[in-house]
Nanobody
Framework: QVQLVESGGGLVQAGGSLRLSCVAS????????MGWFRQAPGKERDFVAS????????SYEDSVKGRFTISRDSTKNTVYLQMSSLRPEDTAVYYC?????????????????????WGQGTQVTVSS
């Protein structure tokens, strides 16, 4: 059973930064693509960023490009989301996700249905 535990959320002023972490309790972490999604109240869960097995292929949602950076540390079974220049519209619950589909060279997945395991989420609130 794969467990994902997010941390690092909180309250920050617009323009500020936060770093989210997600630790995966799984063997062969390197064989999983990892992603971050977010869900605001009353809205669907939306893609934010993802990184493939190798870390060599990364995808971002357009509104976070240049502001957010996803990375992974396989020695720590951890994926990070560094968020800068935060905006009030970034306010949401952020979820970490893992996908064991694909290969070392596959693109980073972006669809909710492409991921197999989900964390419980961490709240990010950006005040104006």
């Amino acid at each position: 059973q794969v467990q994902l535990v997010e941390s690092g959320g909180g309250l920050v002023q617009a323009g500020g930064s936060l770093r989210l972490s997600c630790v995966a309790s799984v063997g062969f972490f390197s064989n999983y693509a990892m992603g971050w999604f977010r869900q605001a109240p009353g809205k669907e869960r939306d893609f934010v960023a993802s990184i493939n097995w190798s870390g060599g292929r990364i995808s971002y949602e357009d509104s976070v490009k240049g502001r957010f950076t996803i990375s992974r540390d396989s020695t720590k079974n951890t994926v990070y989301l560094q968020m800068s220049s935060l905006r009030p519209e970034d306010t949401a619950v952020y979820y970490c996700a893992a996908s064991f589909r694909g290969t070392y060279y596959s693109p980073a997945p972006k669809g909710v249905d492409e991921f197999d395991y989900w964390g419980q989420g961490t709240q990010v609130t950006v005040s104006s």
